[in-house]
T-cell receptor, first 113, second 112 residues
Framework: GAVVSQHPSRVICKSGTSVKIECRSL??????MFWYRQFPKKSLMLMAT?????????EQGVEKDKFLINHASLTLSTLTVTSAHPEDSSFYIC?????????FGPGTRLTVL | KQEVTQIPAALSVPEGENLVLNCSFT??????LQWFRQDPGKGLTSLLL?????REQTSGRLNASLDKSSGRSTLYIAASQPGDSATYLCAVLGAAGNKLTFGGGTRVLVKP
């Protein structure tokens, strides 16, 4: 149990386009989901906390207009990278919370050309 | 603000040796501490979760200890195997909320 999926697993896009990443909790309902970003050989940095039906809470330094988060249901949260640029290239990982444990998705590798 | 540090950043050992990975955190007001494994380009696999009231957890060859008062946790991997090669991350869940703070990770290479 407690499986979290992400789609797509890998995406390559041109600079200036927008990219949407989906995070789904497959076998449980998650009122809270989290989005992390990971640079090569670095640890995970929390970007935002997403609560179902309300606006996401962004960490300091994360542009909310750049990284749009929608948590429309108890099993789905989406992260949209708007007007992507090469510096947005990174590994994005989501997690879904059940009680006091976060379950992590497999990650999405974004490459912006 | 919670800060989590992992030492060493990288570790290379011959197969069969025991691994000792260290994690320290600055704020002892934690809810739990978790150890993860990450393979290159992959997501996180949870290895062990220690609640703040516990002192250790064991799973197979893995043992994790927690000393909350001194802000330290240690992950022991007995009789290492090449398949143990990965990055190991520790993360603490703050008592005040549900935010996980990650350490920088330890990259482990077990040589056959």
């Amino acid at each position: 149990g407690a499986v979290v999926s992400q789609h797509p697993s890998r995406v390559i896009c041109k600079s200036g386009t927008s990219v949407k990443i989906e995070c789904r909790s497959l076998d449980f309902q998650a009122t809270t989901m989290f989005w992390y970003r990971q640079f090569p050989k670095k640890s995970l940095m929390l970007m935002a906390t997403s609560n179902e039906g309300s606006k996401a809470t962004y960490e300091q330094g994360v542009e909310k207009d750049k990284f749009l988060i929608n948590h429309a249901s108890l099993t789905l949260s989406t992260l949209t990278v708007t007007s992507a640029h090469p510096e947005d290239s990174s590994f994005y990982i989501c997690s879904a919370s059940q009680v006091d444990t976060q379950y992590f998705g497999p990650g999405t590798r974004l490459t912006v050309l | 603000k919670q800060e989590v540090t992992q030492i060493p950043a990288a570790l290379s050992v011959p197969e069969g040796e025991n691994l000792v990975l260290n994690c320290s955190f600055t704020d002892s007001a934690i809810y739990n501490l978790q150890w993860f494994r990450q393979d290159p380009g992959k997501g996180l696999t949870s290895l062990l979760l220690i609640q703040s009231s516990q002192r250790e957890q064991t799973s197979g060859r893995l043992n994790a200890s927690l000393d909350k008062s001194s802000g330290r946790s240690t992950l022991y991997i007995a009789a290492s195997q090449p398949g143990d090669s990965a990055t190991y991350l520790c993360a603490v869940l703050g008592a005040a909320g549900n935010k996980l703070t990650f350490g920088g990770g330890t990259r482990v290479l077990v040589k056959p």
